[in-house]
């Protein structure tokens, strides 16, 4: 049994985690509109996604995108050595994305008619029967439940904690991609088929291949990601990375383009004296970014009658590369909590917070250790990874014909 379809959802953020909301509370019976900030389709936030279960949870559904159509397969681990020969290897079964493919993947699977784009929200007011949600327009939202999916810099866990406040890691993750044809031969024939981590004493770098920019995944016409984590002390250290010092209250991404030039220099001088194809990958990226890591945990995902999920609530650093896999079960999971329980919202959403928070600060706790260890010299060469939502592992998918890759 659902939601009576007079049950009122608003999302305020309109990426994965809002769009997971949307679709999972309106197969619950609820009628959800979503507000993103953006004026334009979210296509080129971040880079490579590694796939769990509860990201594709909704796109595996029957009548779906097999996954093996939006993802590329690794089937090995390796870890190379300062030479760039092959130091470990061992079999896994991740599959990775893009985060282009699964937001035109979700968006198709919810329509246009209630996603608003150029909706930023400025306030929110709640009371026993009700939220009234803003917008920087002036217009209003009248709603029965007030899904906060607005990330990092939410302005939903602003209002609602304005002491809580993110920590910054220490270092930040150069990200870049290029294309597989860019590559030559022994680089693509080295990194194609798997994901290949090069550890340094202060930070450490992966590759792994993704779809490409129209989501084909044949090997040899994707995309190669890469991610470079690199420590930096904050403040001044941290200001020259950006050619918009100052811009923003704290700095969360340096997107292709804002990067500093002297420190695109800097970092393709320094990946020259890495392992050659490791080198090469960087190099050839013409327009790398950078993502600053953060901490962030909020004290309570739900408050009356408004919640927090995703990045909102947690942010993770990507080691457990679970962000997306949270934000999307974040989603299902409040969802299933609502089904049936309108007259008893405050009881649903008081046992989903619980849950979900414990979640949270599993997954943030797992992420911070393996990034002190990756950052500092302490992970061994050749450990397994520590991806996962739940456990170290999860995020492991067996082919599609194995059957089961979408249900947990
Ligand atoms: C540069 C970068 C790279 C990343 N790489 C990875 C990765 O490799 N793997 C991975 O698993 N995760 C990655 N993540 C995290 C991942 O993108 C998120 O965990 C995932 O998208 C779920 O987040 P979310 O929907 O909760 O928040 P977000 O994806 O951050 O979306 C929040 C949305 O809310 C909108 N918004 C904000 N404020 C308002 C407002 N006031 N009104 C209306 N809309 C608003 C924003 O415009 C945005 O679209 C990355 C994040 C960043 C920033």
Redesign the pocket.
């Known amino acids: 049994m659902g939601a009576p379809a007079t049950f009122r959802v608003v999302v305020?953020?309109?990426?994965?985690?809002?769009?997971n909301a949307a679709l999972w509370l309106r197969a619950a019976g609820c009628a959800v509109t979503v507000?993103?900030?953006?004026a334009v389709p979210?296509e080129d936030?971040?880079?490579?996604?590694?796939l769990h279960p509860a990201?594709i949870r909704y796109l595996g559904l029957p009548g779906g995108q097999p996954v093996e159509e939006i993802s590329a397969p690794a089937t090995w681990l390796r870890y190379l050595d300062p030479a760039g020969h092959i130091a470990h290897e061992s079999a896994c079964a991740y599959r990775f994305t893009a985060?282009n493919v699964l937001y035109r993947g979700l968006l198709r699977c919810l329509g246009s008619d209630h996603y608003h784009l150029g909706?930023?929200?400025?306030g929110f007011e709640q009371d026993a029967t009700g939220v009234t949600v803003r917008?920087a327009d002036g217009r209003a939202e009248r709603c029965d439940l007030l899904v906060c999916?607005?990330?990092?810099?939410?302005?939903g866990r602003r209002l609602l904690f304005p002491a809580c406040t993110p920590h910054y890691a220490g270092y930040i993750a150069w990200?870049g991609v290029v294309s597989e044809e860019e590559l030559s031969e022994a680089t693509f024939a080295l990194l194609h088929g798997g994901i290949t981590y090069f550890l340094l004493p202060d930070g450490h770098i992966l590759v792994y291949p993704i779809p490409n920019r129209d989501g084909v995944v044949e090997p040899g016409r994707r995309l190669m990601n890469w991610?470079w984590y690199r420590n930096v002390a904050p403040g001044a250290a941290l200001a020259t990375l950006s050619e918009r010092r100052g811009s923003e209250r704290w700095l969360?991404?340096i997107p292709a383009g804002a990067v500093a030039e002297q420190a695109v220099r800097q970092l393709r001088h320094d990946a020259s004296a890495l392992p050659r194809p490791l080198a090469e990958t960087i190099i050839r990226t013409q327009q790398p970014?950078i993502?600053v890591i953060y901490d962030i945990a909020a004290p309570r995902m739900a408050v009356g009658r408004v919640v927090l999920?995703?990045?909102?609530a947690f942010?993770v650093r990507?080691h457990v590369?679970?962000?997306?896999?949270?934000?999307a079960e974040d989603a299902w999971t409040l969802a299933q909590a609502l089904r049936g329980q309108v007259d008893c919202l405050a009881t649903a959403l008081t046992h989903w917070d619980a849950q979900q928070r414990a979640l949270g600060e599993r997954v943030l706790a797992r992420a911070r250790t393996a990034g002190e260890q990756l950052q500092h010299g302490r992970w061994p060469v050749g450990r397994p990874l520590p991806f996962g939502l739940y456990t170290e592992g999860d995020s492991a998918l067996a082919d599609a014909s194995g059957g089961s890759w979408h249900e947990r």
């Open positions: 305020v953020g309109g990426s994965l985690g809002g769009l507000f993103e900030r953006a979210l936030r971040g880079a490579g996604i590694v990201t985060y909706a930023e929200c400025v917008f999916a607005d990330g990092i810099a939410s302005l990200r991610l969360i991404s970014f993502q999920i995703g990045d909102a942010t990507p590369a679970a962000g997306t896999a949270k934000a």
